[in-house]
C-alpha cells in the first residue's frame, strides 16, 4: 500500500537532517558522479552512501534494489563490451577455436572499466535520490520546495498528487473488486491489457475528477492562492 | 490557471503514479513512464499557458522521480517539462482538426520526454570517456524501442480516457441542476431585514448551458445568531442555494444571476472575489474528502490559518481547541486515507471553524456522522449560534435539528415550498413516516430445501485484527435477509467471501452447491451478484445497455440483448439504454447498478449499503425493486444500518458486532428497531 510513497518513518541522522541541505548533497554527489571517471572515486562514493543508509536504518530498501542494479549492470557491460575496446585484451566471450583461431568478441580492460563508471555512477545516483525520498516526510518536501520560492499553485498541485495516492489507491481497490464482482477478467496480451485498463482507469479517473470542483473551491475559500508569502 | 484546474492536474498525476507503481511489477531496468500520459491528459483537459506547462512538467518530473525507480531520477526533472510542452503544442495544433489528437499529443509528447531522458542521461555519461560514442548509440538503439512503446500506450490510455473525463468535468459544472418543475414564486416574506447579515430578494441562477433555473426566486432574510435549516428531496436546488450564499455562484461560476443578495448590508458582486467573501463565511461541503488537501488533520488545519496570516501562537491555541470541541483531537497526524467518512466530515467543519466565520453553511456535511457524533455536532452548533455566529444547515432529517433552529425551509424544483419556524414548517407537511409493512409474515423458511448459501466457522483477520470470528449461518432460497451492525462490525467483509473476493483463512463457504473458498470468482459471480455501495465505483461504459452487458460477456453468454432488456426493464430503466450512465440520477444509477448483475441471473443477490445516498422517494423505489426481486425467486441480501428499511422490508435479520453473530430472527422489527 504505502509503497508508492517510499517515505519510511523513522528517527534517524538523515531524518533530522534540512531537507534543503539533502537536496544540496544530492546536487553534489549528481556532479560529483558525472565528472570523475574514477572507478575508485565512485565506488567509494557508493560505500558512503551506503554506510549512511546503514546509519539511518535504510539498507534494507536500497538491498531491495540490488538485483535491478546488477541487471542494469550486467546489461551495460554486455553493451560496452559489444561496442568498445580498449586496453588489454582480459578474455574473449567466444573462446578460441569455436568462430575463429584467436576467439571473437573480446572483452577488454577499457570496456569493463567503462561499465563499471557507468553503472556505479547509476547506483550513486539512484541510492542518494531514493534516500531523500525514504527519509523525508512529503509534507517537508513540500516546505523546501516552498523554500525554494516553487510558486503556491504548483505547490498545491503537487501537495494535491500526494495526498491522493493513498486515497485513491483504496478506491482502485474498490473499483477493482466491484469489476469483479461482474466477470471482470483483464485480457491478454499488450492491446487486450491496455483495454482491460477501462474498466479500472474510467471509474476512478471520472469519480476523482469530480471531486475537483469542492477542491477548487476549498482552495480559494481557505485563501492559498491570495496568501501574501 | 483556475482554482479547480489545480486539483485536476494534482489528482491525474497521482493517478499516474499509481498507475506507474504497479506498471514496475513488470521487472526490467528502465520501466515505462505511465505518469506522461496522465500529465498530458491534464494539460489537454486544462489547457494551460506556456509557462504554467513548464510548471505542470517540473511537478511531474518531481512526482515520477519520487515515484518512479528512475534509473536517472534527475533526468525526470528536464524530460517531464519538454514532454509537457510538446504535448500542449501538438493538441494546440490538431484539435479542431482531428478526432484522435489528445491520443497524438500524448504519444508526441511521450516521444519527446523519452527521448530526452535519454538524451540527459547521454550527456551525463558523455564526460567519461570521449570514445564512447558506439556504447551510448547501442545504449539509445536499447532504450529507443522502448520510448515508442510507452509513447503508443500513453496515447491510447490518453484517449480512452479523455471522452469521460471531459464528461466528468462537464457534469460537475451542472451536476446540481434542478428538474423543472412548478414552482409557487414565494412571497411575503420581509426581506428588507435592515438586521439582516445574509439576505436574498428575488434570486434565481442558471447555470451555464442550462435552459431552467436551478435555483428560483429565493426571497430570505438571516440576522446575527440565527440558524436556518433547509431540507428537500434530491436536486430540490440546496447545494446551488448554499453555494449562492457562499457568494461562489457571483465569483466563481459562469451562470446567469437575476435578483439581489447580499452580505452584511452589501452586494455580494462588490465584494473581492470568493477570498473577501471568505473571511465572512465558512462553507462544509458534503464531500469532506474533496475538503481535505493536505497530507495529515493537522496540517490541513494549520495552513488555513497560515493563510490568514495568524501568529504561530495564536494558531497553536486555536487548533487544538478546534480539535477537541469538534472531538477529533485524537487524529492530530493521521493522513486523510486513513479516516472515516464521519471522522472526515468532522475534519472538514473543524477546519472550516478554525478560521473562525461569522456565517458558517454546512451542506449535508452531517451525513456520515454516527448518532453520538452527530449530537455532539449538533450541540455545537448550538453553542456556536448562542456565542453569535449565524448558521445555515442543510439535511435531509431535520427532526433533531429543529431544537437549534429559527427558521426551516424546504425546497423543491428549485423553489421554496414551505418556510416558517421548525413547528410552523412541521405542521404544514404531512408526516414523512412511512406506513409499517403490512404484508402477512413470510413462511417459515423450508429448512427442508437446501440453503443457497452455508457459511461454517468462517475467520478472517487483517494482520493481527480478527474482522470476522467464526461465524456460521445458512441462507435459504427466496429469504430476505439484512446484515446490521455498526462501522467495523465486519458486514462487508463477510459478503465479500460469499463470491470469493475474499477467502476464508478458516472455515468455509459454500454457494449453490459450490465451494466458495477455491471456486473461481468468475464463476461464483453469476450465482451471487453484489452490488456495492457507491454505483459509480463500476459505471464506465459510454451507454447504459453496454454497462449491462459487460457483465453478460464477462459470464460468457450469447444472448446478450435480451437478458438486457429484460434487466433493464425490471429496473424500471427500459427506455434509458442509450443514454451516458454518468448522467443518470443517482437512484437511477444505484437501480442501473443493481441491473449490472440482474442481468447475470444470479440466484442471490447482495447489495451493500442500498440506499446510501438516496433521498426517501429513491430508497422506497430501490426497497419496492428488491421486493419484486424476492418474488421473482432471487435470495435477497442486504448490507445495512439503515434500521427504517430494515424495519419496512426485511424478513431476517441478522446483527453483527466486532466481527461476530450476536443475534439472528426472523421478523422481529421491534428488537431490531432498538
Not at chain 2, 482538426?97 to 520526454?113: D, E, K
Not at chain 2, 459505471?539 to 454497462?547: I, R, Y
Amino acid at each position: 500500500m504505502s509503497e508508492i510513497m517510499s517515505y519510511v518513518s523513522a528517527e534517524s541522522f538523515l531524518h533530522r537532517m534540512p531537507v534543503l541541505l539533502k537536496i544540496a548533497a544530492i546536487a553534489g554527489v549528481v556532479v560529483a558522479s558525472v565528472l570523475t571517471h574514477s572507478v575508485v572515486v565512485l565506488g567509494a562514493m557508493v560505500l558512503l552512501i551506503g554506510v549512511a543508509a546503514c546509519g539511518a536504518g535504510l539498507h534494507r530498501d536500497l538491498v531491495r534494489q540490488i538485483p535491478l542494479l546488477l541487471f542494469l549492470g550486467v546489461v551495460l557491460l554486455l553493451l560496452t563490451v559489444l561496442t568498445m575496446q580498449g586496453g588489454e585484451t582480459l578474455f574473449h566471450l567466444i573462446p578460441p577455436g569455436i568462430v575463429s583461431s584467436a576467439g571473437a568478441i573480446p572483452v577488454t580492460s577499457g570496456a569493463v572499466d567503462f561499465a563499471a563508471v557507468l553503472s556505479l555512477r547509476f547506483f550513486a545516483m539512484l541510492f542518494v535520490f531514493q534516500l531523500l525520498i525514504m527519509s523525508t516526510r512529503p509534507t517537508e518536501l513540500t516546505n523546501a520546495l516552498m523554500a525554494l520560492r516553487m510558486p503556491i499553485d504548483y505547490v498545491l498541485m503537487f501537495v494535491i498528487a500526494l495526498r491522493f495516492i493513498p486515497s485513491l489507491q483504496l478506491e482502485g481497490q474498490r473499483i477493482h473488486e466491484a469489476q469483479l464482482a461482474r466477470g471482470y477478467n483483464p485480457g491478454k496480451g499488450i492491446l487486450g491489457k491496455i483495454r482491460s485498463l477501462r474498466p479500472l482507469l474510467v471509474p476512478l479517473v471520472s469519480n476523482s475528477l469530480a471531486k475537483t470542483r469542492v477542491l477548487g473551491l476549498t482552495i480559494d475559500m481557505r485563501g492559498y492562492r491570495t496568501r501574501v508569502r | 490557471m483556475k482554482s479547480q484546474d489545480i486539483p485536476i492536474i494534482g489528482i491525474l498525476l497521482a493517478i499516474g503514479a499509481i498507475v506507474r507503481y504497479l506498471s514496475l511489477m513488470i521487472p526490467g531496468p528502465i520501466v515505462s513512464n505511465l505518469v506522461i500520459a496522465f500529465y498530458c491528459l491534464a494539460i489537454i483537459l486544462v489547457i494551460p499557458t506556456f509557462k504554467e506547462t513548464l510548471g505542470i512538467g517540473i511537478v511531474a518530473g518531481i512526482i515520477c522521480a519520487m515515484v518512479s525507480h528512475s534509473i536517472f531520477p534527475p533526468g525526470n526533472l528536464i524530460s517531464e517539462p519538454v514532454g509537457a510542452l510538446v504535448c500542449l503544442l501538438t493538441y494546440l495544433l490538431l484539435r479542431n482538426h482531428i478526432a484522435v489528437s489528445p491520443g497524438i499529443a500524448t504519444f508526441l509528447g511521450t516521444l519527446a520526454s523519452g527521448t530526452t531522458f535519454v538524451g540527459v542521461a547521454m550527456l551525463m555519461m558523455a564526460p567519461a570517456i570521449a570514445s564512447s560514442y558506439g556504447t551510448m548509440a547501442a545504449f539509445t538503439a536499447t532504450i529507443i524501442p522502448i520510448v515508442v512503446l510507452t509513447a503508443g500506450a500513453n496515447g491510447v490510455i490518453a484517449q480512452i480516457l479523455f471522452i469521460p473525463a471531459s464528461r466528468a468535468l462537464q457534469h460537475i459544472r451542472t451536476g446540481d441542476s434542478a428538474s423543472s418543475g412548478h414552482c409557487p414564486r414565494s412571497s411575503g416574506i420581509p426581506v428588507d431585514d435592515a438586521e439582516a447579515v445574509l439576505m436574498a430578494r428575488d434570486f434565481s441562477y442558471t447555470y451555464e448551458g442550462e435552459k431552467a433555473p436551478t435555483v428560483r426566486h429565493i426571497d430570505a432574510a438571516l440576522r446575527r445568531g440565527e440558524v436556518l435549516l433547509i431540507t428537500g428531496p434530491t436536486a430540490a436546488g440546496k447545494t446551488t442555494l448554499c453555494l449562492a450564499f457562499a457568494g461562489v455562484l457571483h465569483h466563481e461560476s459562469g451562470g446567469s444571476i437575476s435578483g439581489e443578495m447580499y452580505l452584511l448590508g452589501k452586494d455580494f458582486r462588490e465584494f473581492n472575489g470568493i477570498g473577501e467573501v471568505s473571511r465572512h463565511i465558512g462553507m462544509v461541503f458534503d464531500d469532506a474528502d474533496a475538503q481535505l488537501i493536505f497530507t495529515s488533520v493537522e496540517e490541513e488545519m494549520r495552513s488555513g490559518l497560515e493563510n490568514r496570516g495568524l501568529d504561530p501562537a495564536t494558531i497553536e491555541t486555536r487548533i487544538t481547541s478546534v480539535m477537541e470541541r469538534c472531538g477529533i483531537d485524537d487524529l492530530r497526524l493521521r493522513p486523510p486515507h486513513t479516516l472515516s467518512g464521519g471522522q472526515k466530515q468532522r475534519v472538514a467543519l473543524a477546519v472550516t471553524l478554525a478560521l473562525d466565520p461569522d456565517i458558517l453553511i454546512l451542506d449535508e456535511s452531517m451525513s456520515e456522522l454516527d448518532g453520538a457524533a452527530r449530537e455532539r455536532v449538533i450541540s455545537l452548533l448550538g453553542e456556536l449560534k448562542s456565542s453569535g455566529k449565524t448558521i445555515i444547515v442543510v439535511d435531509h432529517s431535520i427532526e433533531d435539528l429543529c431544537t437549534i433552529a429559527d427558521q426551516v425551509v424546504v425546497m423543491d424544483h428549485g423553489g421554496i415550498t414551505h418556510r416558517g419556524t421548525p413547528e410552523e414548517v412541521r405542521r404544514s407537511i404531512p408526516s414523512k413516516k412511512e406506513e409499517k409493512a403490512s404484508e402477512q409474515l413470510p413462511p417459515a423458511p423450508a429448512t427442508a430445501r437446501a440453503p443457497v448459501l452455508s457459511v461454517q466457522d468462517l475467520c478472517q483477520y487483517y494482520g493481527s485484527m480478527c474482522a470476522l470470528d467464526a461465524v456460521s449461518f445458512d441462507i435459504y432460497p427466496g429469504e430476505f435477509v439484512a446484515i446490521v451492525g455498526e462501522n467495523g462490525s465486519g458486514k462487508t467483509t463477510l459478503v465479500k467471501h460469499f463470491n470469493g473476493l475474499l477467502r476464508p483463512q478458516s472455515g468455509s463457504v459454500t454457494v449453490s452447491g459450490r465451494n466458495a473458498n477455491v471456486a473461481p470468482v468468475t464463476d461464483l459471480v453469476s450465482h451471487v451478484g453484489l452490488v456495492f455501495q457507491n454505483p459509480d465505483t463500476m459505471l464506465f461504459e459510454n451507454s447504459v445497455a453496454d454497462e449491462v452487458a459487460f457483465g453478460v460477456m464477462n459470464t460468457g453468454i450469447e444472448d446478450t440483448s435480451g437478458r438486457i432488456a429484460q434487466a433493464l426493464a425490471l429496473v424500471e430503466l427500459a427506455d434509458k439504454g442509450a443514454v451516458y450512465p454518468r448522467h443518470l440520477s443517482r437512484g437511477e444509477r444505484q437501480r442501473l447498478a443493481v441491473a449490472c448483475v440482474l442481468a447475470m441471473q444470479p440466484e442471490m443477490i447482495i447489495l451493500d449499503e442500498p440506499t446510501t445516498g438516496l433521498d426517501d422517494g429513491e430508497s422506497g423505489r430501490m426497497m419496492l425493486l428488491m421486493k419484486d426481486l424476492q418474488q421473482r425467486g432471487h435470495t435477497i441480501v442486504m448490507v445495512t444500518h439503515n434500521m427504517q428499511i430494515v424495519e419496512a422490508y426485511a424478513e431476517r435479520i441478522i446483527r453483527m458486532q466486532g466481527g461476530r453473530i450476536v443475534s439472528d430472527s426472523r421478523v422481529r422489527r421491534e428488537e431490531a428497531c432498538a
